[in-house]
């Protein structure tokens, strides 16, 4: 690792085998928390390049532990976090809205590294039991049309960085990393990224992959369709950028999607979303 850090502090960058080679390495628990904590570190100086973050995916890709969801046609609704908002979790939350409308939804998540709140913190804290059972998750798919997919409970890289994570409370590249390395693989995915650039990077290397993809990112800063302003879109064919009246949605304030700073706060905030929603639904007309 010391070589690759004197490397990288010459603000040299890694060619897609070595950045692929020094994360299976992390991942093989072959570097101590110091080490991981300054290589990580160096991401957070520099931008990182497209090489470099293929690499680290393809890595977390060969060490994962896949699941085959292959009988469902899946959707994954992800984002980045690192946005520095500190917004409930929406992306979870829309995941089972998505799910209620009638789609198979293979959500994947973490802990928060740099917020309040991730989308694991709010599952466990409602009483969801990670599991990485294959049966049991093919289970909740055909029963409910939802799974969650605990990120360490698939990847020992996301289990072997989660002290430093904990410890730095920063944005990092695995916060990049998190929606590309879903170990079930769906067939689509709508992804909130934290910048325009990221949003880029993402749009190049998804386009040579065989998913259906929406990339979202909202011009003010959120990894969300927020409904504070315009969004840009990029999907398999199309980039345009969109505002809330092309959803039929009037602009709302930030301090509307603001989380409450805790897991318990924040969870409140989710349950009464959905409770809303519910009410609402339920008085659409010849609704059962």
Do not use: W
């Not at 466990?124 to 029963?143: P, T």
Request: hydrophobic share 40%; proline share 4%; charged share 20%.
């Amino acid at each position: 690792m010391r070589d690759i850090l004197s490397y990288l502090f010459e603000y040299k960058r890694l060619s897609l085998q070595e950045a692929e080679e020094i994360l299976l390495e992390i991942a093989g628990g072959k570097h101590s928390d110091a080490e991981i904590a300054a290589f990580i570190t160096v991401f957070n100086m520099r931008t990182i390049s497209i090489d470099e973050l293929a690499g680290f995916r393809n890595a977390l890709l060969k060490t994962s532990m896949p699941i085959d969801l292959s009988g469902f046609n899946t959707i994954d609704l992800c984002g980045t976090g690192g946005d520095g908002k500190d917004t409930f979790n929406i992306s979870t939350l829309s995941a089972f809205v998505v799910a209620g409308a009638g789609a198979t939804v293979a959500k994947h998540g973490n802990y928060a590294a740099s917020s309040g709140c991730g989308s694991s913190n709010v599952m466990e804290h409602l009483g969801y039991k990670f599991s990485n059972d294959h049966d049991r998750l093919r289970k909740e798919l055909d029963n409910c049309g939802i799974t969650f997919l605990h990120a360490p409970f698939f990847n020992p890289a996301m289990k072997n960085v989660a002290p430093v994570r904990r410890a730095l409370r920063l944005k990092t590249f695995f916060n990049m990393l998190g929606p590309m390395v879903n170990p079930g693989r769906p067939q689509n995915q709508i992804v909130g990224v934290f910048s325009l650039e990221l949003a880029r990077m993402y749009n190049y290397l998804y386009q040579l992959s065989n998913v259906n993809y929406c990339i979202i990112h909202s011009l003010d800063g959120y990894d969300e369709i927020s409904l504070t302003g315009d969004f840009k879109v990029l999907t398999n064919n199309s980039d345009r950028i969109l505002s809330p009246s092309n959803l039929g949605m009037p602009i709302v304030k930030a301090k509307e999607l603001a989380g409450s700073g805790d897991i318990p706060g924040t969870a409140a905030i989710f349950m009464n979303v959905l409770n809303k929603g519910l009410k609402s639904v339920s008085k659409l007309p010849n609704h059962p």
